[in-house]
């Protein structure tokens, strides 16, 4: 999976590490802002509640 | 510059080997994102919160100053009132109306807003449960805030030891309560919020204050609660009780 999608990023090989870095950066940001939040709102709760 | 060792042709994996693979790698994927969740769940939601959460502190205390005329030694006083509080007043939803100092807690000072949304929660602040009484009021005070993550602020909720001092500061007085007990119980235990706590139906007689939490520190299954009783309480026009006596300009830190 993840040597199918550096073989398939665009470039010599320095600007495929750029193209999979950003790549990282792209995901873990998604994760931070969005993925995260949700899935501690789901799971987590620190009220009483019926 | 050339290189002359050839290169061995790529050995042509057959399908079983391509599955094991794809399943390791989705292996490695579901380790990194729970990692990531910790980083983020344990340090991320608090770093991001702390610079919103202490200007927040320091609006309100702008706003609601005590004694004005008061310098940094005749500040503190023991005029402690035993009548009723000035009421706060109905609070919008998502409003912050007030601070929690917490001396046995390093000092910390959290803002506590109206309603125990989401909202509230992961910015950092108490919230108050909308259907429990107001702060100062005969009956029960009740508030949440979270355990772990989100400022972490009640993470140390189990070192609160009988007699221990919280303050709830409201645009007029600081209202000082003492705790008096602790119970884990299950998250639908709504008993514990009641005017009288555990006591459906009974008259309340005393200004109780209830903090909820999840419980254990690190999990869900269950809600640390603890109950303390106002003993008396301070007009900002007298000064800042003297139980806050050590606490450092907008609250002190725990290091979490």
């Not at chain 1, 870095?21 to 994760?31: G, I, K, N, P």
């Not at chain 2, 061995?8 to 794809?22: N, Q, Y």
Request: aromatic share 12%; hydrophobic share 40%; charged share 20%.
């Amino acid at each position: 999976m993840y040597g199918w999608i550096f073989r398939h990023l665009p470039g010599p090989v320095w600007l495929k590490v750029v193209w999979a870095l950003l790549l990282v950066a792209a995901v873990v940001f998604a994760l931070f802002e969005w993925v995260y939040p949700w899935f501690n709102a789901t799971f987590f709760d620190t009220t009483v509640t019926t | 510059m050339e290189r002359s060792r050839p290169k061995p042709p790529r050995k042509k994996s057959s399908p079983g080997r391509v599955l094991v693979g794809v399943f390791g790698e989705l292996l490695i994927t579901l380790g990194l994102f729970l990692m990531l969740f910790i980083v983020w769940q344990l340090w991320w939601t608090s770093f991001q919160l702390e610079g919103s959460v202490r200007s927040e502190i320091n609006q309100f205390q702008e706003n609601f100053p005590p004694s004005q005329t008061a310098t940094a030694e005749t500040q503190f006083t023991d005029i402690q009132r035993t009548d009723d509080p000035p009421p706060v007043g109905d609070i919008p939803e998502n409003e912050i109306f007030g601070l929690l100092h917490v001396p046995r807690w390093n000092y910390r000072v959290m803002p506590i807003a109206q309603g125990t949304n989401h909202y509230v929660l992961d910015n950092g602040w108490a919230g108050h449960y909308p259907e429990t009484q107001q702060a100062g009021e005969i009956g029960n005070f009740a508030i949440a805030a979270h355990r772990r993550t989100y400022m972490n602020n009640f993470r140390r909720i189990d070192t609160l030891e009988d007699g221990d001092p919280i303050v709830v500061e409201t645009a007029e007085a600081y209202l000082v309560y003492k705790v008096t007990g602790r119970e884990i119980v299950d998250p639908s235990a709504v008993r514990v919020v009641l005017p009288v706590p555990n006591e459906p139906g009974v008259e309340p007689t005393k200004r109780i204050m209830t903090m909820t939490t999840c419980h254990p520190e690190f999990g869900n299954s269950e809600r640390f609660i603890v109950w303390s009783e106002m003993q008396y309480w301070v007009s900002k026009s007298d000064g800042i009780p003297i139980v806050l006596k050590d606490e450092p300009a907008g609250g002190g830190h725990d290091g979490t």
